[in-house]
């Protein structure tokens, strides 16, 4: 019994150069496959980021065409809308498309209704007097922002055709809710442009 | 004897690492082909988006002017290299773009341009192919945009 002791504990444990074969191994197996996992997850979580971006801002600018193809009748440049105020008429100046200007726009039943991205928000809004004073309707979600500074809206009119209104905006994702669009490498940001026609009167 | 009968032998060993070598081979495959596609797929929703924005500053251009927009088309067709994203006037110079005329936005690989061809003289219509192309892993990839516009729409 005494001389079997030695040879069983040798059949079942491993040598300790087996032991450095199969770490060694494993040390460089192990980071190689979750280098590969975290890049594949990267990849994928960057088409999740890109197509939410790209939803969001054909939604907004599919929604500012139809509103202004269906409703908008003049354009201006305050509220409420007013004869005085009015641009991009026949008679009246063109507005450059740039980030610092406001535009309103009236339907033929004379209510104003624009689209903004409100001070403090990161959102692009539609807002409309026939909503009532609560009259703000968000049309891009948390998940996204808007670049600082990039919504810009303008409005020309060329000889007797209808005037047009453009709306030209960044899209970012808002990377874990952070409100930023994070770090170059990380950034997902899309521009959109729109330009409608207001409809013949 | 013991010893003897519970180690592996030389062929033994070769099938295993032979076997466990072509999973490996396999896995690493799969991995490289799905990071390929999937480069690929991230990159045709930049295109899609590159192509979708010069349409719609096209058909801004159309509402805006249109004898100013049918002056940049022909019955033959015009090419135009767009290259500066977001766009802002019309490319100063016709013609179709240069190896390295890439839209400006990292990652600069995207060439976009559009054909305007119009359908008489005077124009009341005008046919606009877009095409957005990149070149990724040896193919060349590229996302297509065709659209008409008339005068009365």
Known sequence: ?201 | MKQSIQSFSLIEVIIFVGILGMFFVTGMIVVVYSLQTMKVNQHKLIATQYGEQLSAWLRAQKEADWNSFVSHASIVGITYCFKDSPISDWPVSQGDCGVADYVNVSPNIFRRWAILTSDSSPPTRVTIEITVEWKEGGNTYSIPLATVVSRFE
């Open chain 1, 1 to 201: 019994m005494k001389k079997q002791t030695p040879l069983l504990n040798k059949i079942r444990g491993f040598t300790f150069i087996e032991m450095v074969v199969v770490i060694g191994i494993m040390a460089i197996a192990l980071p190689t496959l979750y280098a590969i996992f975290f890049l594949i997850l990267q990849q994928q979580i960057k088409i999740v980021r890109i197509s939410e971006v790209q939803r969001q801002g054909t939604f907004v600018v599919n929604t500012i065409e139809s509103l202004v193809k269906k409703n908008a009748y003049s354009i201006h440049t305050g509220s409420p809308p007013s004869t005085a105020n009015r641009v991009c008429a026949v008679t009246t100046p063109p507005v450059s498309l740039t980030s610092s200007s406001q535009l309103y726009l009236k339907d033929k039943a004379g209510n104003s209704f624009d689209f903004t991205v409100p001070i403090g928000t990161q959102k692009i809004s539609s807002e409309s007097a026939v909503l009532g004073s609560n009259s703000t309707i968000d049309l891009t979600s948390s998940k996204v922002l808007v670049v600082t500074n990039s919504f810009s809206q303008g409005c020309s009119v060329s000889g007797y055709a209808s005037p047009v209104i453009t709306y030209s905006f960044d899209l970012c994702y808002n990377i874990n809710n952070s409100n930023t669009c994070g770090s170059a490498s990380e950034e997902v940001s899309l521009h959109f442009e729109t330009t409608a026609a207001l409809p013949n009167y």
